[in-house]
């Protein structure tokens, strides 16, 4: 299985609203990671958590608040959003070996946010 | 800091054309590379990679050689098809920063018949 899958696909909030993404991997990859991608641009890395525990927060608003409950599962939790947060919102994982190589990271098809 | 840099796009081609996207990076450690590709409304995926200097990774037709004395992974396919419409970026991961990817900004690929 080299699949990482994102929950749900497409999803419509309001800015008042509580909502979560999920993600989930059965690779055995200890680092999973949360981009964030704006259309016609590259994903820009939110969070990065190593061995389930947050190891990178690239300065995101206290709005969006990672979890990850196990090695296999990520969710990223959502409240009081604004229309600018509207995105894909991109889950991967990959093997980290310490010293290792730089891996290639296996992304999910994301979930589609719209913030009304 | 890591940086990567992608020629300019969008790319417009003929099916069965070649294709080149170039790719330069900038890192402190000695990084992995890699190309992902993106078609429309769906997530990246990998399209190949080179861990080590004078690498060749290739994929579907696809191929690109780590060059370290030009600091380059450039994209080349010899006959591109109009499936092969999507975006396409260049990245590298480093060993040393928690295996986190930087990515370039990305070339836009449309493949007329």
């Known amino acids: 299985d080299t699949e990482v899958t994102q929950t749900p696909k497409h999803l419509v909030m309001g800015m008042t609203n509580k909502k979560s993404l999920k993600c989930e991997q059965h690779?055995?990859?200890?680092?999973m990671y949360w981009y964030k991608q704006k259309a016609k641009k590259p994903p820009e890395l939110m969070f990065v958590y190593s061995y389930e525990k947050l190891s990178i927060n690239e300065s995101v608003p206290s709005r969006f608040s990672p979890e990850c409950p196990n090695s296999s599962l990520l969710n990223l939790h959502l409240h009081a959003l604004q229309p600018e947060d509207s995105a894909l919102y991109l889950c991967?994982?990959?093997?980290?070996?310490?010293?290792?190589?730089?891996?290639?990271?296996?992304f999910g098809q994301g979930t589609r946010l719209t913030v009304v | 800091g890591d940086s990567v840099t992608q020629m300019e796009g969008p790319v417009t081609l003929s099916e069965e054309a070649f294709l080149t996207i170039n790719c330069t990076y900038t890192?402190?450690?000695?990084?992995?590379l890699f190309w992902y590709v993106q078609y429309p409304g769906e997530g990246l995926q990998l399209l190949l990679k080179?861990?080590?200097?004078?690498d060749k990774g290739s994929n579907k037709g696809f191929e690109a050689t780590y060059r370290k004395e030009t600091t380059s992974f450039h994209l080349e396919k010899g006959s591109v098809q109009v499936s092969d419409s999507a975006v396409y970026f260049c990245a590298l991961s480093d060993r040393t920063n928690a295996g986190k990817s930087t990515f370039g900004d990305g070339t836009t690929l449309t493949v007329k018949p």
């Open positions: 991967a994982s990959s093997q980290q070996k310490v010293g290792g190589v730089g891996t290639e990271a296996f």
């Open positions: 690779m055995g990859h200890r680092a």
């Open positions: 890192a402190t450690g000695y990084p992995s």
């Open positions: 080179a861990t080590k200097a004078d």
